[in-house]
């Protein structure tokens, strides 16, 4: 393992935020995370993360970091296609690889989506349709306060939208060292979400959806166009993705809206009754759309990203963006906006 005092996290949080950690620990294997968990003179708390593209560190952490370079994907074939067993430390994105050029349909959707494959699996990731938690079988984690291994099954993992048992009753105690999931080779894209199915047919001609020809790695291409066109490239400008969740109302609040004269606000019936209205929309209604506050900014494409547009953001610069954004959506519609992004 790999112990740092006193760590520089700016290249460890998609947001480029300047923190330090009073230590960092990247570790390899599960005997070494087993030794941490003994490690009396390591600071406490533990705080564990992935790629850092879900966080706002909101100043210096005085606890120890812990990061997973545990690497590997291992394939078992089954019924349907195939099983995989991936580490937790894998890249995301390195694993949608690797199944497009396999043929292997199931997380070709959640392609370019920042971060490591453990906290994918704890932050249940969706896009276009689709989340992990679909095609997750097992999860397996070790146990930090009973010292030992442990697995979870698919209806364990209690996935719902952005939620998970590892966010909640889980935090802090299991941390997922490796993901199972099941893919299929049986010709099974997800593209009825918002206008993918245009983008592909216009992409790729009308005939990859009339004669079945679409391919895992022409969804994943078209997908990667779409991102690239409405998010931060992380390279590029510091952000953490979807900034705020969209919220779930009651139907009354929905007609509410409409008679305040938004007849065509956007929305989705969810199955429980309740309507999705994009915070997107709440946002740029607001009027947030591309406005830039000293460091702090809201992207242009899409107004449910807060970004570090300079570079030089600090966190409370970030934070006070958010809490701008948060009263005035309230002000005007009358429903509070809940951060996605964990603050640490
Ligand atoms: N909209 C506007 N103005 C804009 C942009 C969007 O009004 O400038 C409205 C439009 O009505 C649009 C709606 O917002 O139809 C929804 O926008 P979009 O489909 O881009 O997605 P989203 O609901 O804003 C969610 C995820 C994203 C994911 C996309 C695509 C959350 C919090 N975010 O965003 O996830 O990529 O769907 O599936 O659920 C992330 O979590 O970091 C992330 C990027």
Known sequence: MDIIYNADLSTMNTFRMKVKAACLVHYYSIEELEEISRMEDLPRPFFHIGGGSNLLFTG??????LHSRIRFIQQFPSMDGMEVRVGAGVPWDEFCDWCAKRDLWGPENLSLIPGETGAAAVQNIGAYGREIGDIVSNVE???MVGHRKVAFTHDE?????????FKNEGKGRYVVTAVTMILRSEYSPVIDYGNLKDRLVAKYGQFVVNENALTPEKVRRGIIETRNDKLPAVEQTGS?????RNPYVPVEKYEEIVAMGYEKVPHFDNPDGSIKIPAAWLIDQC????????????WGKQPLVLVNATGNAEPQEIKELEDRIVASVQEKFGITLVPEVEHV
């Open 141 to 143: 984690c070790y146990d």
């Open 240 to 244: 953490a993705g979807s900034f705020f």
């Open 157 to 165: 993992c209690a996935y719902a939208y952005r939620e998970s048992f």
């Open 287 to 298: 009027g947030w759309k591309g406005h830039v506050e000293g460091n702090a900014g809201v």
């Open 60 to 65: 210096d952490f005085k606890g120890t970091v």
